[in-house]
């Protein structure tokens, strides 16, 4: 690039006109072309370290010219070329291009200063930058050579450990001669993927320059060939300069409009925009590059002896620069000018601090010009190594300990025109030296995408983002970054992410104490339930235990009115009233199962409920033994007389409810019920409840009840066809079926239900059973007491025995 000659040029007429850095000294510079191939290279190396236009290696006979340093290349082989060459002589040598691995440690070249930072710090920022937009579905063009190889073992794993894949990538040949490109406009019909893909909108490239030459025919030839417009995003790392042939100069460049390249970080120095405008083709006899450059870029010839048969465009001499297309010639300093630049201040500033050690030396030599010749160059080394300054513009200039230097990259936005020129437009930063997964800052805001996505941010992946409520499922076959979305699994969301939108990949399990909504995006806060006194079950509840237990007192306040009457004294008054007593303490026990569990009412509702009923079978029990011994008694001659009276009643209802308290002491001392969550077993809310403790010790209690109801169901079956006229076995037989039934259902259905209608019914189940024993026994009792007065009379009863 005739930048880069123009760059060096300035910086030499602008270190000999400061009489401060190299008073009394002229810097002096000799540039070769390389042409690109190995050997000639080598020669163009070997030339400057001869002497008199004679290939002399090792034997310096020109006094007048001291070779002190060598800044190149621009190309990796260059500068390992060049590196190899110099070395040996200990000459230092300032690549102003990156220096590869490919070549080998740089340490075997320990005069080797690198004007660029390590390439690795590129990778990682193209990392950053998939990752800044979330694209994770690229296309890869790399060098065909050992550059890209390199390029490709280093990116690719950084690619797989950051979740990013690649559909497809392509190797770019290093074309330089015409009829090469003409084979490879015959050959590169392959690259139709690469204009076809629409999942594919984002390409990494990684080229240089000759390569990027045959990249804008590759499009040239998807343009002859009438294939889809390539509105991709591009992005390059900071190999490439958007140089083209002359030939190219009419070709369309708006395929590169938005791309990003991280550059090398660059300012402009004073005076270089008016240097530029003073470049004319004669301006220096010297300059063997401008005849080719200017004839190429004005599309004219010089000389009219050199015209061809079917051109008649001569040049005048006074075309500006500034009227070319910037794919010809760029008027802002490039990144690899300023390299050149400062490579060129750093090696005069080392230089100077090398006289300024040796300044004793001149009184003695008495000429400052043989301080000059007597200088090595490998001396300058250890002044490179340690420099430090800050150039015209204020940067400062310093290498760190891998003889690299301190800066960092810029990102661009290149912006392309309609007369194929372009402007790089400062959109971000790169430092290597940030903190992880701090090194990119970008202004998203300032960026201009190719005008096939309407200034939309490009979305580059295999799969849409799964929306809420769905993840990614591995598609077999495919790469990781190619998947199936599946509805989330029952209790896991998948919700947006953020301002921008974009979606999680991936369920994530609601807190114990949340649950999905319906579309399964959002945890929602569970609503913590329990049988409540306000809501429609408990209200029901509250009545029908109200009712039932006035009916109660009712009964009792009855029988009381008329306890001197037959019925009621042939029943046993004190076990009556017992029973009753305890049937009323039944219906109210039911409100320690609403409402709020609490840690006393856990306690006692369990215990409340088994107690009393144990004491109620138990007294049904006396009742019907009562029953049973009073007939047998009748009987001449019967043993059993000395059974009848109260103590045997009472000694059965203190026994049989005994027994329950001691069940009950032993589940409090062991496993008390106490109050619990139970967050899993309802969808949506939180169950609170009174955990049981130990469940066998509350099935014992359902259990020794269970006894007592079989117990009395079996002596009140058999005492149901006794002769007497007020027999309640068979009222008792009807109410421990009505009992039984109620309690043998309640348990598959206590076990087959959740949160407080577990609650409701074993309340329920109370409230009947209850009711079934009250309406069983003392509902013909009270027919007969209040509308057949006629039946409660001695007479009758004396009859009927009879």
Not at 132 to 138: D, S
Request: net charge positive.
């Amino acid at each position: 690039m005739y930048q880069h000659i123009l760059a060096l040029v300035f910086a030499i007429k602008e270190i000999n006109r400061n009489t401060e850095v190299l008073p009394n000294i002229t810097l002096g510079f000799h540039i070769v072309n390389n042409y690109f191939p190995a050997r000639i290279t080598y020669k163009a190396m070997l030339s400057l370290l001869s002497t008199q236009q004679k290939f002399v290696p090792n034997f310096t006979c020109d006094l007048k010219k001291t070779f002190i340093a060598a800044i190149g290349g621009r190309l990796i082989e260059t500068s390992f070329i060049m590196a190899t060459v110099l070395t040996n002589l200990k000459i230092p040598q300032l690549a102003y291009g990156t220096f590869s691995a490919v070549y080998g440690d740089k340490n075997v070249f320990p005069f080797l200063y690198q004007m660029v930072p390590n390439e690795m710090h590129e990778y990682t920022g193209v990392i950053r930058l998939l990752q800044h937009f979330k694209w994770n579905w690229i296309g890869i063009l790399a060098m065909d050579d050992d550059y890209g190889d390199m390029f490709l073992q280093k990116i690719e794993p950084l690619l797989s450990q950051n979740n990013i894949c690649y559909a497809f990538k392509f190797r770019i040949s290093q074309k330089a001669y015409i009829d090469e490109y003409i084979h490879m406009i015959t050959m590169e019909l392959r690259y139709d993927q690469f204009f076809m893909d629409d999942k594919v909108k984002v390409f990494l490239i990684y080229a240089l320059t000759p390569a990027m030459e045959s990249l804008r025919i590759i499009i040239f030839v998807a343009f002859v060939y009438s294939w889809p417009p390539l509105g991709k995003v591009w992005i390059i790392t900071s190999h490439w300069n958007f140089e083209s042939l002359s030939i190219q100069r009419v070709w369309d460049i708006q395929s590169f409009h938005g791309a990003l390249s991280f550059t090398v970080r660059s300012k402009e120095p004073p005076g270089f925009q008016e240097f530029l405008h003073s470049v004319r083709p004669y301006w220096a006899k010297e300059d063997n590059f401008i005849q080719n450059f200017w004839e190429q870029a004005f599309d004219c010839q010089l000389h009219t002896s050199s015209l061809n048969e079917n051109s008649n465009t001569i040049c005048t001499g006074d075309e500006k620069l500034d009227s070319l297309p910037s794919i010809l010639f760029e008027m802002s300093m490039s990144g690899h000018s300023y390299n050149i630049y400062n490579a060129l201040f750093a090696m005069v500033h080392s230089f100077h601090a090398l006289l300024k050690s040796r300044s004793r030396c001149r009184n003695a030599i008495g000429t400052e010009q043989l301080i000059v010749h007597n200088l090595k160059a490998w001396q300058l080394n250890s002044y490179l190594q340690s420099i430090i300054f800050n150039n015209s513009m204020g940067d400062s200039i310093t290498f760190d300990e891998n003889r690299e230097l301190i800066t960092g990259f810029d990102v661009a936005n290149w912006i392309t025109f309609p007369n194929n020129s372009f402007s790089r437009v400062k959109v971000g930063t790169l430092e290597p030296r940030a903190p992880p997964g701090k090194e990119l800052a970008l202004n998203d805001n300032q960026i201009v995408w190719h005008r096939s996505f309407n200034q939309v941010l490009p979305l580059s992946v295999c799969n849409d983002h799964c929306y809420p409520g769905s993840c990614r499922k591995k598609n077999e076959g495919k790469k990781f970054c190619c998947y199936d979305c599946v509805p989330c699994s029952e209790g896991q969301i998948s919700d947006e992410i953020g301002r921008t939108k974009r979606y999680m990949d991936a369920c994530m399990k609601c807190p114990e104490n949340e649950y999905p909504n319906s579309i399964q995006n959002q945890c929602i806060p569970k609503a913590f339930t329990y049988l409540s006194y306000k809501e429609a079950l408990g209200i029901f509840f509250v009545t029908l235990a109200t009712v039932f237990s006035l009916i109660t007192i009712l009964v009792v306040g009855i029988f009381w009115r008329h306890r001197e009457t037959p019925i009621v004294k042939a029943n046993n008054w004190i076990l009556t009233c017992i029973l009753l007593i305890s049937l009323l303490l039944c219906f109210l026990c039911s409100f320690l199962f609403l409402g709020r569990p609490e840690k006393m009412t856990c306690l006692l509702r369990q215990m409340t409920f088994g107690i009393i009923f144990s004491m109620a079978l138990s007294s049904i029990l006396a009742k019907t033994m009562t029953v049973i011994l009073a007939f047998m008694a009748t009987k001449p001659g019967s043993g059993m007389r000395k059974w009848v009276g109260k103590g045997l009643s009472n000694s059965i209802v203190l026994s049989g409810s005994f027994i329950q308290v001691a069940i009950c002491t032993v589940w409090l001392s062991t496993s008390p019920p106490f109050p619990d969550i139970d967050l899993h077993s309802l969808k949506g809310e939180i169950i609170m409840e009174c955990n049981e403790g130990s469940v066998i010790m509350f099935y014992c209690v359902l259990g020794y009840m269970g006894f007592l109801a079989s117990v009395s169901f079996n002596i009140a079956f058999q005492a149901r066809k006794l002769p007497s006229s007020f027999n309640e076995a068979k009222f008792i037989t009807f109410s421990m079926l009505v009992f039984c039934s109620v309690w043998l259902t309640f348990i598959p259905t206590y076990l087959s239900t959740k949160g407080k209608y577990m609650v409701a019914v074993e309340i329920f189940s109370i409230l009947s059973s209850s009711a079934g024993l009250l309406g069983c026994i003392f509902s013909p009792k009270c027919y007969i007491i209040l509308l057949r007065p006629e039946m409660n009379k001695r007479e009758h009863l004396i009859r009927k025995e009879k």
